[in-house]
């Protein structure tokens, strides 16, 4: 059985669709820890109900990036943690995770990377008026959506609400999200 990790901020709906892919059978992996930096959000909760352990932290109570990501490694270090999954984890990874987990880290973007990177990126492209848009699966570097993408998924959209667009694009994310999940543990 292989050890995932699954950090998250927000909802968590890509969270869920990995924890449910693997107490499925789907994936032959389990969400060893889920890492949350926002106490009160709604993704413990679903941690909670599905079982799986989680690390919440409040970066403000720490005097660095440093000193809370050092806590982290120690966890994922004792769970055996092989793959990170950034389902929603809006802080940048800093030195310490990235050094020792180089290689391990990705992360799912609501945009056809390198379009639209940061927060609100089905909001920007909104405003720019695209017809097609799509999610990015990308390894993790020290830069804002930055890595060398994995996989990628487009889809064709007219309209203009945003709403729209997240609800198309999440459906895919969390398909997306599985599948390369399993691409990299099949190939390592
Ligand atoms: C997802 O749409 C993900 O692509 C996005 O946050 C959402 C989290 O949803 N990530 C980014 O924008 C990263 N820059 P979820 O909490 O329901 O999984």
Redesign the pocket.
Known sequence: MRNLAVF?S??????VAIAKACAAGVLDARVAVMVCDKPGAA?IDRAKELGVETFVFDPHSYASKADYEKEIVKILDAKGVELICL??Y?RIVGDVLLKAYEGKII????SLLPAFK??H?VEQAVAYGVKVYG?SIHWVNADL?GGKIIAQRAFPYEGSDPEEVHRI??KI?HELYIETINKLLCER
Request: proline share 4%.
């Open positions: 998250a927000g909802t968590g709906t890509n969270f993704v389902a929603g809006m992360n799912i973007h609501p940061g927060a990126a999610i959506d694009g999440q994310e």
